[in-house]
Nanobody, 121 residues
Framework: QVQLVESGGGLVQAGGSLKLSCAVSGRDLSRYAMGWFRQAPGKEREFVAT????????YYADSGKGRFTISRDNAKNTVYLLMNSLKPEDTAVYYCAAGGYSIFESAYLYWGQGTQVTVSS
């Protein structure tokens, strides 16, 4: 059974940084794209970033460009999201997903349970 487990969330002050991790077990996902999505209270889940299986290509939502960096270590079956210069509006539950290289949720086959990120002003 495939499992994606996020970690690294927490409470941080505005301007601070967090690095989220997503560990994958149950399948070698080195040939899948990986993505990060987030869902703020009362809002729909939205795309944050995605990285191609070879880690050569990545794409970001405008909200994270210049502040967020997605990376992956296929040997460790882990994907990361480094978030710098955090803002209160980044507060959300962050989910990692595995599947297609896409901004759309429907392209992803496997999802984690999410990790809470709270940014205080």
């Amino acid at each position: 059974q495939v499992q994606l487990v996020e970690s690294g969330g927490g409470l941080v002050q505005a301007g601070g940084s967090l690095k989220l991790s997503c560990a994958v077990s149950g399948r070698d996902l080195s040939r899948y794209a990986m993505g990060w999505f987030r869902q703020a209270p009362g809002k729909e889940r939205e795309f944050v970033a995605t990285i191609y299986w070879s880690a050569g290509n990545s794409y970001y939502a405008d909200s994270g460009k210049g502040r967020f960096t997605i990376s992956r270590d296929n040997a460790k079956n882990t994907v990361y999201l480094l978030m710098n210069s955090l803002k209160p509006e980044d507060t959300a539950v962050y989910y990692c997903a595995a599947g297609g290289y896409s901004i759309f949720e429907s392209a992803y086959l496997y999802w984690g349970q999410g990790t809470q990120v709270t940014v205080s002003s």
